[in-house]
């Protein structure tokens, strides 16, 4: 298994413009995700920028970045462009999609992610999971939840179904955090398709994968990534760099 990790970002969010390029702590956001994921040791790290002011600002801090089409649908569209511009040979043959607004996300974490497409040789897609913090988050539709028949020990289930619906009964009810490891042939067919009816329905792109028959394995994280999607969780996000101290 050869891995590069790739992350996909661009200016124009929707609920906090210019993310990628927010200073939390003397660090843009998105160098401070580059640093993480570097820090796995599993692979070269590069972005998939959909505007040059995102370049420059990953190349200022001696990182990698590809410049794509700004008009480009998803993220997953965005790493397959960055990866045909980085490797039009197939060298790697397995694809970290990181999100650019998880400032501080645990290269453990990511290690995770890859683990489990070299643990299973059949699995299509690996994502990364947590459990429930509370009842607010088993009602919560901004928190996807992962359906999943899990192994016996518990750190890790094949995903039967994502949804933003409420689930009943005993828990854990986990939750799904958008960290994903494609086989290359998987990603290619993946971001071939149409979206399907499952993931229009609940907004959620990973269904198309389960509805085209792709296998998907999630492993269990004991902490949930900080996700910076508005301005409240980048006050957040900003307070926790102070208290991590100086930039690395």
């Not at 994921?37 to 990698?64: C, H, K, L, S, Y």
């Not at 992610?113 to 947590?130: E, F, K």
Request: with cysteine.
């Amino acid at each position: 298994m050869t891995p590069i990790l790739l992350i996909p970002a661009r200016m124009a969010a929707t609920r906090l413009p210019g993310k990628p390029l927010a200073d939390i702590g003397g660090l843009p956001m998105i160098v401070r995700v580059l640093r993480q994921a570097e820090a796995a040791g599993i692979g070269p790290v590069a972005v998939a920028a959909g505007d040059a002011e995102i370049v420059e600002a990953v190349e200022a801090a001696g990182g990698r970045a590809v410049l794509t089409d700004p008009d480009l649908p998803s993220g997953s569209d965005r790493i397959l462009a960055a990866l045909g511009a980085l490797d039009p040979e197939g060298r790697f043959d397995v694809v970290i999609n990181l999100q650019g607004d998880i400032p501080f996300i645990a290269p453990e974490a990511i290690r995770a992610c890859a683990g489990l497409l070299d643990q299973r040789p059949h699995a299509d897609i690996s994502t990364v999971m947590v459990a429930e913090a509370g009842p607010e988050d088993r009602t919560n539709p901004d928190m996807p939840k992962v359906v999943a028949s899990m192994d016996p020990d518990g750190r890790s289930g094949r995903a039967l179904y994502f949804t933003r619906s409420v689930l009943y009964g005993d828990g854990p009810v986990w939750i799904h955090h958008g960290i994903y490891g494609y086989r290359r042939a998987a990603l290619e067919r993946f971001t071939a398709a149409t979206p399907s009816p499952l993931e229009r329905r609940e907004r959620l792109e990973q269904l198309r994968a389960l509805e085209m028959g792709m296998t998907i394995w999630s492993a269990v994280l004991d902490e949930a990534p900080v996700s910076v999607d508005n301005p409240a969780d980048l006050d957040r996000a900003r307070a926790h760099a102070r208290r991590l101290g100086a930039p690395a």
